[in-house]
């Protein structure tokens, strides 16, 4: 089954009819800057999106893989592979129909339109293709055209024609599939594979000889000319293959005793004989080095650079810079991508080298259905947030993100467990090791030497100008700005990089303790942590009491919240921290809150500020006998009954309940209107209590979003003496698709 990929083709290691492939098949290729997955009969995308490649009914380009519409023609339809080219992408379903969508300039769509599309069209199926199975397809280079081969092994192709690459004796274009010529050296001939390259294509037949049409300026027709032709010719050699794959300007096949041999263009390398001279006619790729003793399994080309996959599951390249060895210079002869790093351990199944004249890409899945890249990462194609990056090692295709935290002018989140950040770095909040760039208006990987080595982290929060994180195995790490003692590891001084919060003496924290979450504060100059067991630790700033252990003297290590009085006995479930103030949940669902208690914010029926926690008055108000699910840092609860109630400031109306009237105890948000008959599942806000604040919205049962805006939040209070001060306002993460595979 051979996949095509922009200026590339992508064979899969085991060849088979669309009909065999089972629910669960998954194959990836990789174009000319986007690449796809198939993965349980679905398709996902990801990189560029100009053109609607992506096929999410959108143009917006996504670093992250997104799902393809599953509406219109392919609702209940089974995909099993896939072909990303030059800002289009085709795939073929499980009952041998075909279906592209993206850029439509040529007609490479199929669908008798020249119409660009953002979702899934089916390629038209009147015609020649009438009656017709196709059992694989892909989609070819920069000049828009695309190639399928049916069970009885014939060939057909649609799109742009100017080269004679749909092979049926013209150079006019078609937007609907022609049959490539039987005629000739095909007479007779029964075809297994296909593969489309920038301007050629060529196939593979049962008897294991190899056929090519189209542009031949730099031999890529293997014939020992550089005639171009628009009906098929025989590859010189007589040679017997296993796989083709057609690259930009290049093509490469693997003999049935697993050894590679390529031709065409080699200004870079891309065939492997320690060369630069093109060949008309297919040379060996070099099998001394790293391939001495090496069985092949499959080989791909994409944009001056060839890889291969050995039988034992180890990947190797060849040509220009994505080579995934470390390096981005080019190579002549076949190289070992790094197996170390995701790598290590790691078998691969599938490979597929991509790009374009402005960067390669390659990538690669695992027995384990688990995607991985290299090369430049110039729209997101390698699947990793930091674009304009070349990764010259493979890195895992990231999940969309899991959490994701906004501080005063800078932002992070989390995927696959590591930490990205962009915005302002002036105190080292992007956590990268460096304080230059002194700011990224992309995402930068957190440093993942030191303190991070080898760590996952779960949750990610960001202060004003400093940032903190958990880990899976319940340790905090905080970076960037440490005036007051905000990161926690019993110094002052800046980070630009992550650090330990500290355990054992002189903080509260055991080494033993796990904590299960961060709450950092709205100016970020303090933090509060929650442990396993329940109970609450707090570090930094401390004027207003709000590290709640009875004084108002900064910390900079952990400090417990005091546990006697009303907390006393009680095991707090959830904690959340704004302004200057914290909150938190007990198990029994009653709330406390301590530190800054003006315009009411402690919820106490005062405006006094408390060093220890206060119980939020439940008698008289709307708290009244409610059972608490949440304590939002906006000062507000919700109930298990899904109604929400807020105390506090109130100057825009942040409370919901129709006033402007600051509230010293929790009073419902109204429930007429928008909130008629819904019931809550989740609420959040930014508060400062010396200003008027705004909750970022709620969120209803079952939504992923939040669904409500109130306000414009206002400037923020003074600073704290040394800080900088600008506001932030947080949100909970919505769900977001994972990953597949």
């Known amino acids: 089954m051979l996949l095509a990929g922009g200026c590339v083709a992508v064979q899969l290691v085991s060849a088979a009819p669309a009909s065999a492939a089972t ?7 990789t174009g000319y800057t986007h690449t796809c997955v198939i993965r349980s009969g679905a398709a996902y995308c990801w990189g560029d999106n100009t053109y609607g490649e992506l096929g999410n ?8 893989p997104v799902a393809v519409n599953t509406g219109g023609v392919l609702a209940g339809v089974t995909l099993a592979q896939i072909s990303a080219s030059y800002q289009m992408t085709c795939a073929l379903s499980t009952a041998g129909a075909a279906y592209c969508w993206g850029s439509d300039a040529t007609g490479q769509l199929g669908n008798n339109s020249t119409t660009q599309s953002n979702v899934p069209v089916a390629v038209s199926t009147s015609g020649v293709l009438a009656g017709v199975t196709l059992t694989q397809i892909s989609a070819g280079g920069s000049t828009g055209f695309a190639c399928a081969v049916s069970s009885a092994g014939a060939a057909y192709c649609w799109g742009a024609n100017a080269y004679g690459q749909l092979g049926n004796t013209s150079t006019t274009q078609s937007l609907v599939p022609v049959a490539v010529s039987k005629a000739g050296v095909l007479a007779g001939v029964t075809l297994t594979q296909i593969t489309s390259g920038d301007a050629s294509a060529c196939a593979l037949a049962t008897t294991g000889a190899a056929y090519c049409w189209g542009t031949d300026a730099n031999g890529q027709l293997g014939n020992n000319s550089t005639t171009s032709s ?17 690259g930009a300007n290049h093509a490469c096949a693997l003999t049935t005793a697993g050894a590679a041999r390529c031709w065409g263009y080699n200004a870079n390398g891309q065939l492997g004989n320690n060369s630069t001279t093109q060949s008309l006619v297919p040379v060996a790729v070099t099998a001394t080095g790293v391939l001495s003793g090496v069985t092949l399994a499959q080989i791909s080309t994409g944009y001056q650079v060839s890889c291969a996959l050995s039988a034992a599951g180890a990947a190797y390249c060849w040509g220009q810079s994505a080579l995934g060895n470390g390096t981005t210079g080019q190579s002549l002869v076949p190289v070992t991508v790094t197996a170390t790093g995701v790598l290590a351990g790691v078998t691969l199944t599938q490979i597929s080298a991509g790009g374009s004249y402005n960067g ?28 304009g990056v070349t990764f010259s090692v ?8 899991t959490l994701i935290a906004t501080g005063a002018s800078h932002a992070c989140l989390l995927r696959n467990g590591k930490a990205w950040c962009w915005g302002d770095n002036t105190y080292g909040e992007l956590g990268i090791n460096s304080l230059s760039p002194a700011q990224s208006t ?30 899976s195995a319940g340790a905090a790490y905080c970076w960037g700005q440490n005036s007051t003692g905000d990161l926690g590891n019993n110094t002052t001084t800046n980070s630009d990089f ?21 709450a950092v504060n709205d100016n970020g100059a303090f933090v509060c942590a929650l442990s396993a067991a329940g109970a609450v630790y707090c570090w930094g700033h401390n004027s207003d009491g709000e590290l709640g252990n009875n004084t108002t003297t900064n910390s900079s290590v952990a400090v417990a919240v005091t546990t006697s009085g009303v907390l006393s006995g009680v095991t707090v479930t959830g904690i959340s921290a704004g302004g200057n103030h914290a909150c938190a949940q007990g198990s029994a669902g009653v709330a406390y809150c301590w530190g800054d208690g003006s315009a009411g914010s402690l919820g106490n029926n005062t405006t006094t500020n408390s060093s220890v926690p206060v119980a939020v008055t439940t008698t008289g108000t709307s708290l009244a006998g409610v059972i608490l699910t949440q304590v939002a840092s906006g000062l507000c609860a919700l109930g298990t009954a899904g109604l929400a109630s807020c105390w506090g400031p109130n100057t825009v109306g942040q409370l919901g309940n129709g006033t402007y009237t600051e509230a010293n105890v929790a009073t419902a948000v109204t429930t007429s209107g928008a909130l008629s008959g819904v019931s809550l599942a989740q609420v959040s806000g930014a508060p400062t209590t010396r200003a008027p604040w705004t909750p970022r919205g709620w969120r209803t049962a079952g939504a992923t979003t939040l669904t409500a805006s109130w306000a414009t939040r206002p400037p923020p209070p003074a600073a704290a003496p040394g800080r900088a001060t600008t506001s932030r306002s947080r949100s909970p993460p919505a769900a977001a698709p994972r990953c597949p595979g």
């Open 23 to 29: 629910s669960s098949a998954t194959t990836i290729a």
């Open 57 to 64: 009914n959108s143009t917006m380009s996504s670093d992250v």
């Open 230 to 246: 628009d009906v098929p010719v025989a590859v010189s050699g007589g040679l017997t293959f296993s796989e083709i794959d057609s």
């Open 360 to 387: 390669r890409a390659v990538c690669a899945l695992s027995t384990a259905g688990a995607a991985y890249c290299w090369g430049y990462n110039a729209t997101g194609q390698v699947g990793n947030p930091a674009m």
């Open 394 to 401: 493979p890195v895992a295709v990231t999940a969309a993100p």
């Open 442 to 471: 992309t995402p930068v990987a957190v440093y993942t030497g030191g303190a991070l080595s080898g760590v996952t982290l779960t949750q990610i929060t960001a202060g004003s100008n400093f940032t903190c994180a958990l880990s």
């Open 498 to 518: 992550p650090v330990t919060v500290t355990v054992g003496s002189p903080s509260a924290i055991s080494s033993t303790t796990v904590v299960t979450q961060l």
